[in-house]
C-alpha cells in the first residue's frame, strides 16, 4: 500500500464562524449543522471584480407571463439571459447563469429570476434558504479569447466570447460569437430596468412543511440601495458588446429537468452585453404571503402519487470550448 495522508485542519484565517453546534441557534439561517464552512450566516455577501455577460432578447409576453407567479405583472417584453464568472466573494469562485424579467407588484418594481444555475454548492443554498433565488447545481463554462497574439506571459485577448450550459447530461444553452463595440447604446433595447436605482430585484421562496400539509409563499424583496448607493457598481471601462450579427451561434433547449427553452424562447435576439462589477447582497425583505394548506386526503393524492422517477444516472457530455 502507497502512502497514506490525511490532513484534518480546516484553513481558518481568523474570519471563519464558529462551529454552529457552539453558537446560539438563532444566528444558523441556512445548511445543516454539521458544516461550518459552508453555513452562510454574514450579511451582506460582498462580491468583488466579477465578470457578467448578458444576452438580451425579446420574447412574447403571453410566455413571459408563464413564468411570472401571483401576484407579479409583468413589465417589459425583453430579457436578460446572462452568465457571470465569479472570483472573489464570500462564498468562494463560482460560475452562474439566470434569466431576468422585468415585473412588479403594488409600489415594487424589479427584475424577477425564473431561472438561474450556478456551479457551486455553498451559493446555491445562500440563495435559495434566504432569498428564494431559484437555484440549481449545473455545469457552466464562460470563456473570452483571441484577438491577439499570445505572447506567453500575458492574456491572449477578450475578443471573442463562448458559453455553455449542461444539466444532468443535456445541453440547455450554448453561445458564441466576436464582440464589435464598447457602449450599451451599439445596442436597439436594453431591460428596462438598467442603471435605475428605483428597480430591486425579486423572488419566490416557497417553504413546505414536512408532513406537506402546509406551504408558505414569499415574494423576496432586494433594494437596488445599500446604505444610500447601488449594490450593483458596474465599472464603465469594462463594458464590451455584440450586435445580434456577431452572434455566430445560439442554441437553447429544454430538458426532462429544466423548460427554460420551451417557456420563454427568442422572440427576436437584441445582442451581448459584458461588463466587470462589484456587488452587495444584504438582507432581503418579504413583501407578499400566501399559505396553501392540504388535508391528509389532499396530500395522498396530489403529492405522493406521482410517477416512478423516470430520468436518473445521465452522463455527463459537455461541448468542448468554441463549438
Known sequence: MGQFLHEASIPNDGTLVKYPLERDPKTIICQGV???????????????????????YQA??????????????????????????????MLGPYLEMGVTVAASYGGYKGGYYP??????????????EPFGFPKKIAYISCLEHGGKKDNGWEPPGK??????????????HTATGRYSGNKMSDLPRLPVFYGKTDWGRLNYRM???????????????????????????????S?????????RTWYLASTPFDNVGALIPVKELIGLVSFS???????????????????????????????????????????????
Not at 431561472?115 to 435559495?128: E, H, N
Request: net charge negative; aromatic share 16%.
Open 159 to 172: 475578443e471573442f466570447f463562448s458559453f455553455m450550459l449542461e444539466r444532468r447530461g443535456y445541453l440547455i
Open 207 to 237: 417553504v413546505t412543511s414536512p408532513d406537506l400539509t402546509k406551504t408558505e409563499y414569499n415574494l423576496t424583496y432586494l433594494d437596488s440601495l445599500w446604505q444610500g448607493v447601488h449594490r450593483f457598481q458596474l465599472k464603465p471601462d
Open 34 to 56: 454539521a458544516d461550518p464552512v459552508f453555513d452562510i450566516d454574514i450579511l451582506p455577501l460582498t462580491y468583488s471584480n466579477s465578470r457578467w455577460f448578458a444576452f438580451i
Open 115 to 128: 431561472y438561474m444555475y450556478l456551479s457551486q454548492d455553498s451559493a446555491v443554498f445562500a440563495g435559495r
Open 239 to 247: 463594458i464590451k458588446t455584440a450586435t445580434a450579427k456577431d452572434i
Open 277 to 323: 462589477f462589484d456587488l452587495i447582497i444584504p438582507p432581503a425583505s418579504i413583501i407578499w404571503k400566501k399559505e396553501v394548506t392540504r388535508s391528509a386526503d389532499e396530500v395522498a393524492k396530489f403529492c405522493t402519487m406521482g410517477e416512478p422517477y423516470r430520468y436518473s444516472m445521465r452522463h455527463r457530455f459537455p461541448k468542448p470550448y468554441g463549438v
Open 60 to 89: 412574447d409576453e403571453k410566455d413571459l407571463k408563464k413564468v411570472l407567479p401571483e401576484p407579479l405583472q409583468l413589465e417589459d417584453d425583453v430579457v436578460e439571459f446572462w452568465y457571470v464568472d465569479h472570483n472573489h466573494t
